[in-house]
């Protein structure tokens, strides 16, 4: 290959080259900020259920306060007074309940025993909750306030609970468990997210023994859906593995179903003493992040194409303006001049003032020799 091939080629390849590495790294760069988006969005959600969860909870536990300091409540709680309360309280915690998910309004004497459950007025006084009622056993004894999630008999609730005392000293406690459908349908609103609550079925059977069971279809694994602002879009991205990983971090995950990309978002809940129970899984289809990505590897393709096709057109033209063609013409003038012939196109080369420019004024220098010694080889012949 002469040089005429080789140098064009060479400049080419290392243009190309420099497009590609180019182009590979302004992709890098684009894809970096978008899983970077990706991830802030992700834990962004994480922060919204997890202040979610602590706002339901300082809310349940001012419902308990607020019905806790009522004089009234006191002097009937003191009197073990059941039908006082029932009549005071039942109509309220019916309208609650209905507008604002509150599941759970309980009464509760020292240690841990239900003394009135406004949700089941037919269930009679004095069971003793205290294996699985932690929050409350804390709060008579310690005769403070204290807000949570746990199990009851009732299900899974964000509760708060209150002492109940008067000038006599303490009575026992009052407690208000709220659903967790605000959360979810509050986040759903603001940010586009399916949300659900998966808790431990083995030990939601064992505790929540007055909760109706669920449809078998709702159990992942180990794990029931209490909840779930859409089942289906859940049901497609939950898995039995992912909800064994529930303990005490939030999981965040990119997942692709059927070619379309999801954002997931695992918050483990625990209960009053901390064990894992559950988790809130929060998913939406990041296929806007997909599209951005796409279309970001197209420009970047076509912008390296475009600067490849460019940098080979000028690589040829310059490199025709001012070596190959004169570089051609310099090497046919030599011939010319290696055969005795005069050197008829010097002239436009040795204005030149490169290497090449050089080189005419030197074959200029010796083409009188070279052609005195043409014409003196047919004498000595």
Known sequence: MNIKLKAPLILIAVGWLTSGIAAYSSFSSTRHIIDSAQQRELKAIALLIQTALIEQASEAEALAAL??????????????????LFQWLVPAFLKQRDQFGVLISQFHLPPASLFLN?????????????????????????????????L???GLSI???????DAEGPIGSFEVGLSFHTVLEETKQSTGFELGVFVDD????????????????????GFLNLEATNWQVLRSLVSADLLSGAANDVVLKLLNVGGI?????????QDFKEHPIGAIVATRSFEMF??????????TLAFAFLQMGLLTGAVLIVQNAL???????????????AQGEPATDLAELVTGRDEIGTMAQHLVALAPSSAAQAREKPADA
């Open 261 to 269: 990309d999801y954002g997931l978002v695992m918050v483990p809940l």
């Open 159 to 165: 509760r708060g609970l209150y002492p109940v005392k």
């Open 290 to 299: 997909q599209s951005q990505t796409k279309r970001a590897l197209v420009s």
């Open 118 to 150: 406004l949700d089941d007025v037919t269930e009679q006084p004095g069971e003793d909750q205290s294996d699985f009622r932690e929050m409350v056993l804390m709060g008579n004894r310690h005769h403070q306030p204290q807000k949570g999630i746990e």
């Open 323 to 337: 070596f190959i063609r004169r570089l051609s013409a310099l090497v046919e003038q030599t011939a010319l001049l």
């Open 67 to 84: 019905v806790a300091s009522l004089p009234a409540v006191q002097a009937a709680f003191r009197a073990r007074d059941r039908e006082a």
């Open 152 to 154: 009851g008999q009732g």
């Open 202 to 221: 083995k030990r939601l059977t064992a505790i929540a023994t007055h909760l109706p069971r669920h449809d078998a279809e709702r159990l992942v694994g």
